[in-house]
């Protein structure tokens, strides 16, 4: 079976400071990883994902996430938060063992403070 | 280009009662995951539907239904609904054999 753990509920931050939003797996084979944000009443949006090749990944609102294989760690961050980033962020997994479903962690509320 | 259209928006339902949640994936996408997210968590796989055929499904009881038309688009029923229904349903559309998946807005179920 697999899991997502995503270490932090909550993560306070000032506007333009430095964020990294943790997320940690379970599988026992390869894996597919997504990142997603959830604005406050709206579905789920695409930031990120790796499938394979390099480790890191850049996505869009200039998020990148780094895939640690030996520490089974999809870790996301931005160098300089904006307000507009104040969101839920889920990681999720996908192997192929388990079908076609995603797997998600319980999400972080990430809050930009002015 | 239209993304993943659900409806209705919210709906509010009575205990024991009947719903169907619709969805129309993004053009040219070919599977329909539905998703359930309760307040405070994230969203719990619910099954998928490829060529009108359930493909995969999580673990929920027999209480929850879909079906997938010629069109691709995909319903959603629910019945003898219990307050612990009471989520936010999320539909997904993807391309078979790809890994990128489109989420609706949501459907909003309160039952009372």
């Known amino acids: 079976a697999q899991s997502v753990t995503q270490l932090d509920s909550q993560v306070p931050v000032f506007e333009e400071a430095p964020v990294e939003l943790r997320c940690n797996y379970s599988?026992?084979?390869?894996?597919?990883l997504f990142w997603y944000v959830q604005y406050p009443n709206q579905g789920l949006q695409l930031l990120l994902k790796y499938l394979s090749g390099s480790t890191l990944v850049k996505g869009i609102n200039g998020f990148e996430a780094e895939f640690n294989k030996s520490q089974t760690s999809f870790h996301l961050r931005k160098p300089s938060v904006h307000i507009s980033d104040t969101a839920e962020y889920f990681c999720?997994?996908?192997?192929?063992?388990?079908?076609?479903?995603?797997?998600f962690g319980g999400g972080t509320r990430l809050m930009v403070k002015p | 280009d239209a993304g993943v259209t659900q409806s209705p928006t919210h709906l509010i339902k009575t205990r024991g009662q009947q719903v169907t949640l619709r969805c129309s994936p993004k053009s040219g996408h070919d599977t329909v995951s539905w998703y359930q997210q309760a307040l405070g968590q994230g969203p719990q796989f619910i099954f998928q539907y490829y060529e009108e055929e359930e493909r995969q499904r999580g673990n929920f009881p027999d209480r929850f239904s879909g079906h997938q038309f010629p069109n691709y688009s995909s319903e959603l029923n629910v019945n003898a609904l219990l307050l612990g229904d009471s989520a936010l349903y999320l539909c997904a559309s993807s391309l078979e054999a790809t890994h990128g998946y489109t989420f609706g807005s949501g459907t909003r179920l309160t039952v009372v």
């Open positions: 999720a997994v996908k192997n192929n063992n388990a079908g076609n479903m995603l797997t």
């Open positions: 599988s026992s084979v390869s894996v597919y």
